[in-house]
């Protein structure tokens, strides 16, 4: 999942909530959604392989 903040960058969080805190995990923080998307489809990758 992938928001926007207020710096005006990009932030890539996890999919799921977190059960004990209810918030999601942070996955890093990008310049560009671009960026962003291209470290998601890492990330996606390496869960499965």
Known sequence: MIRKLKSGKYRLYSR???RKTGKRKN???FKT??????HEK????FKRH
């Open 16 to 18: 799921k909530k977190n």
């Open 27 to 29: 996955l890093g923080t």
């Open 33 to 38: 959604k671009a960026a962003a998307k291209k």
């Open 42 to 45: 890492a990330v996606q990758y």
